[in-house]
């Protein structure tokens, strides 16, 4: 009997999540066994003339981490969607947007700009930029182009399932490809990893305020952090009562506060407006004046709040792509 198809693909992302793949250690040949791998770029070489040649939906699961920020990321993941029985946004820049998101805070021209004209470390006096097509030796290579805006992979495509995470852990990992060889699987479209807040495995929730009132916020170079008490009972932000667990706790396990990479439960719609309501509605100042002065604690809310999920969120800014 023909063992099933496994693809695992990479987009916009930094790479993370292919190290969490290598990371299942000697489980990984325990999937080798069981699946056939053939497509991983990062560790095997491919054709895309072999992925079209492949029969539609011959592929049992696709794992497609990274966002969609260029026009080769889009048409890999229609490919990929048409090839595969399964596609699973693998990772908080496949399921929100991740990180590459925040670039959505940015016109593109204006980006463009800046990395290849204005930036410290830059020589271009000609302001020479890639082109999507150009002639060389009588040969006319293509490039992909930017996208106007960074989207989320269900955002361009249907997605079947979702693995969160940046990256998501080996166990979360090792769990969904068991789940999906054994037949183990969720409503379609449900997210691979517990449908709870992350405080309720931190190791700090014993000390998590009923009642908090803030009258500053501190960041964590700015104090020595108490490695046993709440993040947000010491006055710094936290993203853990709006984030899903499953990652282990192990920010906070390593005093560093939850930055949200995990996304919210299936109850928030929007996980930013969701911890940013509640941290102010506990500010104690009331006066506009003594809350710009509590909130200068927080110099850049976007990043702090939609570190992983701007592309998702309810204050998208529409353009066109």
């Not at 890999?76 to 929100?96: D, Q």
């Not at 463009?112 to 006319?140: C, H, I």
């Not at 702090?304 to 353009?319: C, M, N, Q």
Request: with cysteine; glycine share 8%.
């Amino acid at each position: 009997m023909a063992k099933p198809k496994i693809a695992f693909y990479w987009c916009a992302s930094c790479g993370g999540c292919e190290e969490t793949v290598v990371d299942l250690a000697e489980d990984i040949l325990g999937v080798v066994e069981k699946v056939d791998i053939v497509l991983w770029p990062v560790a095997m070489d491919f054709k895309y003339r072999d992925v079209e040649a492949m029969a539609d939906r011959s592929i049992f699961a696709t794992l497609l981490n990274g966002a969609i920020r260029t026009t080769e990321q889009e048409a890999m993941a229609h490919l990929l969607r048409r090839k595969s029985r399964y596609l699973i946004a693998y990772g908080s820049c496949a399921c929100t947007g991740g990180i590459p998101a925040l670039a959505n805070q940015f016109e593109r021209e204006q980006i463009l700009k800046f990395n290849y004209e204005e930036a410290p470390s830059v020589v271009n006096e000609a302001k020479t930029r890639p082109q999507p097509v150009f002639e060389d030796n009588g040969r006319r290579p293509h490039l992909p182009e930017l996208h106007h805006v960074v989207r989320a992979l269900d955002q361009v495509v249907n997605v079947d399932y979702y693995i969160p995470g940046c990256p998501p852990t080996p166990k979360i990992t090792k769990a969904a490809v068991a789940a999906l060889l054994d037949g183990r699987l969720p409503p379609k479209g449900s997210v691979l990893a517990p449908d709870v807040a992350l405080c309720e495995e931190c190791p700090r929730r014993d000390s998590k305020p009923t009642n908090v009132a803030f009258t500053e916020f501190r960041r964590t170079h700015q104090k020595l952090l108490d490695p046993q008490l709440c993040f947000l009972a010491q006055g710094v932000v936290c993203m853990g009562p709006a984030t899903r667990q499953g990652c282990g706790a192990q920010c906070p396990g390593g005093n560093m506060p939850c930055t949200g990479c995990f996304g919210g439960t299936d109850r928030v719609k929007d996980q930013g407006a969701k911890i940013l309501s509640s941290l102010c509605a506990n500010i104690t100042a009331k006066e506009a004046v003594e809350i710009d002065q509590v909130l200068e604690g927080i110099p850049d809310p976007v990043g702090t709040f939609y570190r992983y999920g701007l592309a998702r969120s309810l204050l998208r800014r529409k353009v066109d792509l």
